[in-house]
C-alpha cells in the first residue's frame, strides 16, 4: 500500500477486507499458540480462554474466533486499567503485566489477564492480550459458598510479570507458593506470554507487508466500521422501551431476580437493570466489567452476528446497574462463580426483546448459566490435582430450528475430551448421553440436556465443587414455548448435596448429574408432526410426551 494511502486513512473494500481478516487471523494464532502450550485441561481442551490484538490506546482492533466472547470484550478495559497504573510511554519491549483483580477484569480470581506492549522500529504501535481460566489460584478453588472475596484466593493487583523480557522471580514466587498445582499454573502463564509474543511477532509482519507504520488510521477505519454495522442494526429494532424480568434459585433464601429495560433510541441501545437484586455476601455477584460482557455480547449475537467484532462494535450499546446490586457489587464482595448471575442475562434480554423482533431472538437456554463440578485431592500416586468437568445443557430454540443439545450459551467453553479428563485425575465417566425429554415443547424444541456420571477411583475422598442452578426455576420457553427441564444433582447412596457448596466425595461414589434443557419457541401444537415422531425415534422425548405436550396419538 503506498504512503499516501496510509497517511489519508483510506482503505479500498478489498484491501480493508483482506487487512481485517488477517488481523483476525493474528489473535487466532495467538490462540492457537496458547493451546498448544498450555498446561492444564481448562485451557487446552475446554477453552476458556481468549486473545485480543489492540492498538496503541488499548482498543480492540480484533479477537480470536472460537475464544470466551466476555473475556474478549473485558480485555480491553484491563488494558486501560494498566496504562493507567504503567503509562504509555513507560512501558519497554517484553513487558509483560497481569493480573486478576475481578473488578479490573473478568470478574473472577480464577481468570488471569495477560498483556505485552507490540513495538515496530522502535514505536509502541499495539498491545497483545490473553486471559485464560488457571488451574488455581489458591484460596477455595472455584465455589460459590465463600462470603467475602478474601476466602476465593490469591487476589493480584496489575505487576510486571516480565520486565523487558526478564521474569520477575519475585511475583513468580508469591503467585506459586499460594496455589496447589504450582507447575500448570506456571505451565498457563507462560502458555498465555508466548502466545502474546506470536502475536506481536504476526502484526510486525503484518505491518512489514502492508507497509504501514502504525496502526492508528486502519485502526479507526476498522472500528468505525463495526461501529456503523451495529448501529445500523439497532436502527432496524423500533424504538421503545422493552422489559422483561428473570428468577434464579440464588443461594438458599436469597434468590436471583433480574429486572431488565432495554431501551432503543435509533442507532443507540441501552440495557438497564435497576430493580435487580441486592449483592449478598456468596460467590454469585456479577461485576460490571462482566455484566457489561454479558450483556453487550448477546446483543451482537442477535443485531449483527456476521461483522467481526472489535472495540466498535460495542460502543452503541450502554449498560447500567445500580451499585450494590448483584450486578455491579461493591468490593469486596465474593463473586467466585459469577458465571451462575451473569450467564443468565441473556435469556432476559432475549426476552425483552422478543416484544420487538421475535425472529431475531432464542428462548432461554438451560446451559445458562454453565454448571460445574470442580474435584480436587490427591490421585492414587498421591500426586495432587484439580479437574473442572465441563458440560452444558441446552440451548434454547430459535424462531426456525430446534435449539442445540448440550451446547454452551452465552458461554462457549467446550466440554474436552472425557479421556483427557479421566487420563489426569482420578476418576471414570460412566455415561455421558442426551437426557430424554429435557428440552421445552414447541414448534420448535429446545435443545436437550444431558446426563452425567461420574466415579470416584481415589484411595481419599475428594473435595467436591458445585456451582449451578436450574434446580428451582428453568429455562423458560417463548411465544408460547413451554419451558425446559430443571437440573438435578445427586450422589449414588441417594443424597442430594447442596447445589452452591463444597462438599466431599467418597471413594468408590458416583456423582450423577443432570442439566437443564432449554425453553421451547413458539405453540407447541404448530409443531411438524414428523419432527414428533421423529423425535421419539431418536429418543429425544418420550411417547407419553408427544402425547402429553404435542397431542400425539
Same mark, same amino acid.
Given at each position: 500500500?503506498?504512503?499516501?494511502?496510509?497517511?489519508?486513512?483510506?482503505?479500498?473494500?478489498?484491501?480493508?477486507?483482506?487487512?481485517?481478516?488477517?488481523?483476525?487471523?493474528?489473535?487466532?494464532?495467538?490462540?492457537?499458540?496458547?493451546?498448544?502450550?498450555?498446561?492444564?485441561?481448562?485451557?487446552?481442551?475446554?477453552?476458556?480462554?481468549?486473545?485480543?490484538?489492540?492498538?496503541?490506546?488499548?482498543?480492540?482492533?480484533?479477537?480470536?474466533?472460537?475464544?470466551?466472547?466476555?473475556?474478549?470484550?473485558?480485555?480491553?478495559?484491563?488494558?486501560?486499567?494498566?496504562?493507567?497504573?504503567?503509562?504509555?510511554?513507560?512501558?519497554?519491549?517484553?513487558?509483560?503485566?497481569?493480573?486478576?483483580?475481578?473488578?479490573?477484569?473478568?470478574?473472577?480470581?480464577?481468570?488471569?489477564?495477560?498483556?505485552?506492549?507490540?513495538?515496530?522500529?522502535?514505536?509502541?504501535?499495539?498491545?497483545?492480550?490473553?486471559?485464560?481460566?488457571?488451574?488455581?489460584?489458591?484460596?477455595?478453588?472455584?465455589?460459590?459458598?465463600?462470603?467475602?472475596?478474601?476466602?476465593?484466593?490469591?487476589?493480584?493487583?496489575?505487576?510486571?510479570?516480565?520486565?523487558?523480557?526478564?521474569?520477575?522471580?519475585?511475583?513468580?514466587?508469591?503467585?506459586?507458593? #499460594?496455589?496447589?498445582?504450582?507447575?500448570?499454573?506456571?505451565?498457563?502463564?507462560?502458555?498465555?506470554?508466548?502466545? #502474546?509474543?506470536?502475536?506481536?511477532?504476526?502484526?510486525?509482519?503484518?505491518?512489514?507487508?502492508?507497509?504501514?507504520?502504525?496502526?492508528?488510521?486502519?485502526?479507526?477505519?476498522?472500528?468505525?466500521?463495526?461501529?456503523?454495522?451495529?448501529?445500523?442494526?439497532?436502527?432496524?429494532?423500533?424504538?421503545?422501551?422493552?422489559?422483561?424480568?428473570?428468577?434464579?434459585?440464588?443461594?438458599?433464601?436469597?434468590?436471583?431476580?433480574?429486572?431488565?429495560?432495554?431501551?432503543?433510541?435509533?442507532?443507540?441501545?441501552?440495557?438497564?437493570?435497576?430493580?435487580?437484586?441486592?449483592?449478598?455476601?456468596?460467590?454469585?455477584?456479577?461485576?460490571?466489567?462482566?455484566?457489561?460482557?454479558?450483556?453487550?455480547?448477546?446483543?451482537?449475537?442477535?443485531?449483527?452476528?456476521?461483522?467481526?467484532?472489535?472495540?466498535?462494535?460495542?460502543?452503541?450499546?450502554?449498560?447500567?446497574?445500580?451499585?450494590?446490586?448483584?450486578?455491579?457489587?461493591?468490593?469486596?464482595?465474593?463473586?467466585?462463580?459469577?458465571?451462575?448471575?451473569?450467564?443468565?442475562?441473556?435469556?432476559?434480554?432475549?426476552?425483552?426483546?422478543?416484544?420487538?423482533?421475535?425472529?431475531?431472538?432464542?428462548?432461554?437456554?438451560?446451559?445458562?448459566?454453565?454448571?460445574?463440578?470442580?474435584?480436587?485431592?490427591?490421585?492414587?500416586?498421591? #500426586?495432587?490435582?484439580?479437574?473442572?468437568?465441563?458440560?452444558?445443557?441446552?440451548?434454547?430454540?430459535?424462531?426456525?430450528?430446534?435449539?442445540?443439545?448440550?451446547?454452551?450459551?452465552?458461554?462457549?467453553?467446550?466440554?474436552?475430551?472425557?479421556?483427557?479428563?479421566?487420563?489426569?485425575?482420578?476418576?471414570?465417566?460412566?455415561?455421558?448421553?442426551?437426557?430424554?425429554?429435557?428440552?421445552?415443547?414447541?414448534?420448535?424444541?429446545?435443545?436437550?440436556?444431558?446426563?452425567?456420571?461420574?466415579?470416584?477411583?481415589?484411595?481419599?475422598?475428594?473435595?467436591?465443587?458445585?456451582?449451578?442452578?436450574?434446580?428451582?426455576?428453568?429455562?423458560?420457553?417463548?411465544?408460547?414455548?413451554?419451558?425446559?427441564?430443571?437440573?438435578?444433582?445427586?450422589?449414588?447412596?441417594?443424597?442430594?448435596?447442596?447445589?452452591?457448596?463444597?462438599?466431599?466425595?467418597?471413594?468408590?461414589?458416583?456423582?450423577?448429574?443432570?442439566?437443564?434443557?432449554?425453553?421451547?419457541?413458539? #405453540?407447541?401444537?404448530?409443531?411438524?408432526?414428523?419432527?414428533?415422531?421423529?423425535?421419539?425415534?431418536?429418543?429425544?422425548?418420550?411417547?407419553?410426551?408427544?402425547?402429553?405436550?404435542?397431542?400425539?396419538?
Amino acid at each position: 500500500m503506498s504512503d499516501s494511502v496510509s497517511d489519508h486513512d483510506t482503505f479500498d473494500p478489498v484491501t480493508l477486507e483482506i487487512f481485517w481478516s488477517r488481523l483476525i487471523s493474528i489473535a487466532d494464532e495467538s490462540a492457537a499458540a496458547l493451546l498448544r502450550t498450555s498446561f492444564s485441561t481448562i485451557v487446552r481442551e475446554s477453552n476458556d480462554f481468549g486473545t485480543v490484538l489492540m492498538d496503541a490506546n488499548g482498543d480492540s482492533l480484533s479477537e480470536n474466533t472460537g475464544g470466551i466472547p466476555s473475556f474478549s470484550g473485558i480485555l480491553p478495559r484491563t488494558l486501560k486499567h494498566f496504562l493507567a497504573k504503567y503509562p504509555k510511554e513507560t512501558w519497554k519491549p517484553g513487558d509483560c503485566v497481569i493480573t486478576n483483580d475481578p473488578w479490573l477484569a473478568t470478574g473472577h480470581l480464577p481468570d488471569i489477564t495477560v498483556a505485552m506492549p507490540i513495538f515496530h522500529n522502535g514505536t509502541l504501535v499495539g498491545f497483545s492480550g490473553s486471559i485464560a481460566h488457571s488451574p488455581d489460584i489458591g484460596g477455595s478453588l472455584w465455589s460459590a459458598d465463600c462470603n467475602e472475596l478474601f476466602e476465593e484466593g490469591l487476589r493480584i493487583l496489575p505487576i510486571k510479570f516480565l520486565k523487558e523480557g526478564e521474569p520477575n522471580e519475585d511475583v513468580i514466587e508469591m503467585i506459586l507458593g #499460594n496455589v496447589r498445582l504450582p507447575d500448570q499454573v506456571l505451565g498457563d502463564l507462560n502458555a498465555q506470554v508466548t502466545a #502474546n509474543q506470536v502475536c506481536g511477532r504476526r502484526l510486525n509482519e503484518f505491518l512489514d507487508d502492508s507497509q504501514l507504520s502504525d496502526l492508528s488510521g486502519l485502526s479507526r477505519t476498522l472500528q468505525g466500521r463495526a461501529e456503523t454495522a451495529m448501529r445500523n442494526a439497532i436502527e432496524e429494532v423500533p424504538d421503545g422501551v422493552y422489559r422483561a424480568t428473570l428468577d434464579a434459585d440464588g443461594f438458599d433464601e436469597d434468590e436471583t431476580h433480574i429486572e431488565c429495560a432495554v431501551t432503543v433510541e435509533g442507532s443507540d441501545l441501552t440495557i438497564d437493570y435497576t430493580g435487580t437484586s441486592k449483592q449478598i455476601d456468596r460467590g454469585l455477584n456479577t461485576v460490571m466489567n462482566y455484566t457489561y460482557a454479558y450483556s453487550a455480547y448477546p446483543i451482537k449475537c442477535a443485531l449483527d452476528p456476521y461483522t467481526p467484532r472489535n472495540e466498535g462494535s460495542y460502543r452503541p450499546v450502554k449498560v447500567t446497574a445500580p451499585e450494590g446490586t448483584i450486578l455491579n457489587p461493591r468490593y469486596p464482595a465474593p463473586c467466585n462463580a459469577r458465571q451462575l448471575t451473569g450467564h443468565l442475562l441473556a435469556g432476559v434480554i432475549y426476552k425483552a426483546l422478543a416484544q420487538a423482533i421475535p425472529d431475531q431472538v432464542i428462548a432461554d437456554s438451560g446451559s445458562a448459566p454453565s454448571m460445574r463440578a470442580v474435584f480436587s485431592g490427591t490421585d492414587r500416586q498421591d #500426586n495432587r490435582f484439580s479437574q473442572i468437568l465441563f458440560a452444558s445443557g441446552g440451548v434454547g430454540a430459535c424462531p426456525h430450528k430446534d435449539g442445540l443439545s448440550t451446547t454452551a450459551f452465552p458461554t462457549n467453553s467446550g466440554a474436552g475430551s472425557i479421556e483427557a479428563f479421566e487420563s489426569v485425575s482420578p476418576l471414570i465417566v460412566w455415561r455421558k448421553e442426551f437426557r430424554t425429554d429435557s428440552g421445552g415443547a414447541g414448534e420448535f424444541r429446545g435443545g436437550l440436556g444431558q446426563e452425567c456420571e461420574i466415579e470416584v477411583r481415589s484411595r481419599e475422598p475428594l473435595r467436591l465443587s458445585l456451582l449451578s442452578d436450574r434446580w428451582r426455576h428453568p429455562a423458560t420457553g417463548i411465544l408460547g414455548g413451554q419451558d425446559g427441564a430443571t437440573s438435578e444433582i445427586s450422589f449414588s447412596d441417594g443424597t442430594i448435596p447442596h447445589q452452591k457448596s463444597r462438599t466431599s466425595i467418597g471413594a468408590g461414589m458416583r456423582l450423577h448429574m443432570r442439566y437443564a434443557g432449554g425453553g421451547g419457541y413458539g #405453540n407447541p401444537a404448530k409443531r411438524d408432526r414428523d419432527l414428533v415422531r421423529e423425535d421419539v425415534r431418536n429418543g429425544y422425548i418420550s411417547a407419553e410426551a408427544a402425547r402429553r405436550d404435542y397431542g400425539l396419538d
